[in-house]
């Protein structure tokens, strides 16, 4: 049962009528769905069991706002969204809708764009159809046709209130040729619920690089889903860093529809005390002379477990294809521990693709080797972690110096711990 998502519940979110239709016809398809089990195969190993949705509450409004000065941003608290610098946004091609309210009815092509992408790669599952039902508000960005954003493009989501549920959506669209970043931060400071959807929809030859940086309260539970549309000559880079939650799952979809689409997918995560970090990756290619690379480097120290389960698919029409999944662990207590599980489907003679996983405590002969010339064991186990992760940071789409500085925090708290 969900006891407080109900279909009264949705219809008081409000938003023009045809939000206000999206969500009820999404309450009506969630009677007919079971929640998820760890006997599904996509569930494996996760703690999704003891997940109890009935103990969370859709949040009461409360905006806030934390403006900066030169930033383009917009902060999100608890669904409720204020806006920084948005003419600097127009002034460069950049549109920005908010849906939240009865005087958007006329949202143009951009309503179309709601569920685009969700529905072209399958990627609709449980929470996805959650989030259709019980998200506030729908940000949309617009890139024009040829626009290259000079700045970066910053979501902050901040979620607050003990047993609250939160469905953030974001929709992107790349035009033609359009260059882009954008980077988003999701934290909370209590133990909640969040479920978003991100969509992101690249049009032929445009460039966006877009990199989420998770940073949730150690009780909150995160069920992400991400996916992309890249169509022809378009390119990629989509990042995510995780480093809070107590159970932490982000899916990544990235379908490459247009020949010659490239996308990169890349993640750093480190895990501490009892967290459990999931991941679950696609690189779905389905059309010829396409490209995907992906990079995903993690820690787990104390008894924390990381998940990782990836898929590269090659339709039979993806010929030339060229795609590489890479996942590595590092181990670094005894009651620490990481799955990677690697797949290929592939429906072409005419690829080249590689997987490799690897799940390995700190190398002793790089230790000794730092030892030996004088460097206390502590900070050589911090060198050799940090340049662990150096690979995959040096790769991010945006340059963060948070991602290091989360990853120094939680070495400062394990060090002694290490294991080699």
């Excluded at 799940?359 to 030892?371: H, I, N």
């Excluded at 991602?403 to 294991?419: H, P, R």
Aim: hydrophobic share 40%.
């Amino acid at each position: 049962s969900l006891k407080s998502f109900t279909p009264d519940a949705a219809r008081s979110l409000g938003g023009p009528d045809w939000l206000r239709q999206r969500r009820t016809d999404a309450v009506e398809q969630l009677s007919t769905m079971s929640p998820p089990t760890p006997d599904i195969e996509e569930w494996r190993y996760s703690p999704i069991a003891d997940l109890d949705l009935d103990s969370y509450r859709l949040p009461e409004a409360d905006a806030s706002s934390d403006n900066s000065n030169g930033v383009i941003h917009l902060d999100i608290s608890n669904s409720q969204i204020s806006a920084n610098n948005l003419d600097a946004l127009g002034a460069q091609g950049v549109s920005v809708s908010i849906v939240c309210d009865e005087s958007q009815d006329d949202m143009g092509d951009s309503k179309a764009l709601l569920g685009q992408a969700l529905t072209s790669s399958g990627a609709n599952d449980y929470f996805t159809v959650l989030n259709d039902a019980f998200t506030s508000a729908v940000v949309m960005i617009d890139i024009a046709r040829n626009a290259a954003v000079e700045q970066d493009i910053v979501l902050r989501h901040h979620f607050t209130g003990i047993q609250s549920a939160h469905f953030p959506r974001i929709i992107v669209r790349a035009g033609e040729n359009a260059n882009a970043q954008i980077l988003e931060f999701s934290e909370s400071s209590d133990a909640v619920l969040v479920a978003p959807v991100v969509e992101l929809e690249l049009l032929p030859r445009s460039r966006l690089g877009w990199m989420n940086l998770q940073r949730h309260h150690p009780k909150t539970w995160q069920i992400a889903t991400h996916v992309a549309r890249v169509h022809q000559d378009a390119s990629l880079a989509s990042a995510n860093a995780a480093f809070g939650g107590g159970y932490a799952r982000t899916r990544t979809h990235t379908e490459l529809v247009g020949k010659g689409a490239n996308g990169d997918l890349l993640s750093a995560y480190f895990g501490t005390k009892s967290q459990v970090l999931d991941f679950r990756t696609y690189q779905d290619h389905a059309a010829p002379h396409t490209t995907s690379n992906l990079l995903y480097l993690g820690a787990v120290a104390d008894s924390a477990r990381s998940i990782y389960s990836g898929l590269i698919r090659v339709r039979n029409e993806a010929k030339g294809t060229n795609a590489y999944q890479t996942n590595r662990n590092l181990k670094l207590s005894d009651d620490a521990w990481a799955e990677s599980v690697p797949n290929l489907e592939i429906e072409n003679n005419d690829v080249r693709c590689s997987h490799a996983s690897t799940v390995s405590p700190v190398d002793a002969d790089q230790l000794y080797y730092l030892e030996s010339r004088g460097v206390p064991p502590d900070q050589a186990r911090q060198l050799i972690v940090a340049g662990f992760f150096a690979e995959v940071i040096d790769a991010f789409p945006i340059e963060t110096p948070t991602v290091a500085a989360e990853i120094q925090a939680k070495l400062a708290n394990i060090s002694e711990k290490v294991v080699a």
